[in-house]
């Protein structure tokens, strides 16, 4: 029987085999994990500082707003102690305050209102910011202002002179102030004439109305939109383009699918604004029994009212994601 010499490896081989940077073997460390585990880690360390400050101060400030709203409180030398009372405040809450549900239900109508109008209002200018015009650096500036505006002891002088003027007033102020486009004619009138149904023309109507609650609140929602925008490769819209695809087709079968998970994330930050903004009745509502030391009935209003938000957003989420688009699934 013939016998074929067998190949002789070169040299260096076994050493190159048993190296752990070799392909065939496996490397740890974080370069030898895939592109997608790799995004997703950094993801993690993204959240990170938002989940430990959820642990350290939101969590347990949440606990003792539940034992608060469970008991009586009662003042001692040196301290209070708590007696249980069962759920006696939340049903105070129901039975025996006639505006928390009704604040609820106003602070409900007025987060749909804001949801709508504040999303289109910051896509529109967000796409408007993202074309090539002269001084968009200034722009986004400008649009951006109102959340630096709406912070700290800005936010307080603001809020101040708002409760020296009066909510009901500033906002008959945007109107006029927004009406003076329309000089001659309402433009509720103007609407009408146009045979535009009543429920759009009252969302127009309170949209003027609401004008300067819709651009402060509109700053961060803007910017989401505007980073999601310049994330999209120009070569998609190129293709779409040599394939015959109108501006109006592009928009809605490619800036609209790829920025979908940003409009998932703004529904969420406006849901959450709208409920917590200055002006809130509810909140309002709170916050003067904070003031009064009714510390129970304030926990009882406030744990029912963050279970409201909660399961609203557990149900806008779902829905919404049902169409977002990922690229990576």
């Known amino acids: 029987m013939l016998k074929f010499p067998k190949k002789e490896k070169p040299a260096g081989a076994a050493e190159a085999a048993a190296s752990p940077l070799a392909g065939g073997k496996r490397r740890f460390g974080l370069h030898s994990l895939d ?6 880690l950094t993801g993690y360390w993204f959240v990170l500082p938002f ?3 959820l ?3 939101y969590i347990p400030a949440i606990v003792e707003a539940v034992r608060f709203s469970l008991s009586t409180i009662v003042m001692e030398a040196g301290g209070y102690h708590l007696e249980s009372a069962g759920f006696s ?5 129901f039975n025996r305050d ?4 009704r604040g609820i239900q106003e602070s409900m109508t007025t987060m749909f209102l804001n949801v709508v109008i504040i999303l289109l209002y910051s896509l529109i200018m967000a796409t408007i910011l993202n074309r090539n015009i002269a001084g968009k650096g200034f722009y986004r500036a400008i649009l951006f202002l109102p959340v630096i505006v709406a912070t700290g002891i800005i936010a307080k002088a603001e809020n101040f002179s708002v409760e020296a003027t009066g909510v009901a007033q500033l906002e008959i102020a945007g109107a006029a102030s927004a009406g003076g486009l329309f000089s001659d004619f309402s433009l509720e009138i103007l609407l009408e004439s146009l045979n535009i149904s009543e429920t759009l023309t009252s969302i127009v109507v309170s949209a003027i109305s609401n004008l300067y609650t819709i651009v402060t609140c509109s700053g961060v929602q803007l910017i989401i939109f505007l980073a999601g925008l310049q994330s999209i490769s120009p070569s998609i819209y190129e293709s779409a383009t040599v394939e015959g695809a109108t501006w109006w087709e592009s928009f809605w079968k490619i800036t609209i699918p790829m920025i979908s998970p940003l409009i998932l994330v703004n529904t969420v930050y406006t849901i959450v604004d709208s409920f917590t903004q200055y002006g809130n009745k509810t909140m309002d509502a709170i916050y003067e029994l904070i003031s009064r030391g009714v510390y129970e009935d ?3 209003r406030s744990i029912v009212y963050l279970a409201v938000v ?6 806008v ?13």
């Open 310 to 315: 909660g399961v609203l957003i557990a149900i």
């Open 89 to 93: 405040h939340y049903l105070d809450a």
């Open 98 to 101: 006639p505006d928390f549900v």
């Open 55 to 57: 642990a350290i101060l």
């Open 298 to 300: 304030a926990s009882a």
């Open 35 to 40: 592109l997608v585990t790799r995004r997703n």
């Open 317 to 329: 989420v779902p829905l919404i994601n049902h169409f977002v688009f990922y690229e990576n699934k």
């Open 51 to 53: 989940v430990i400050g």
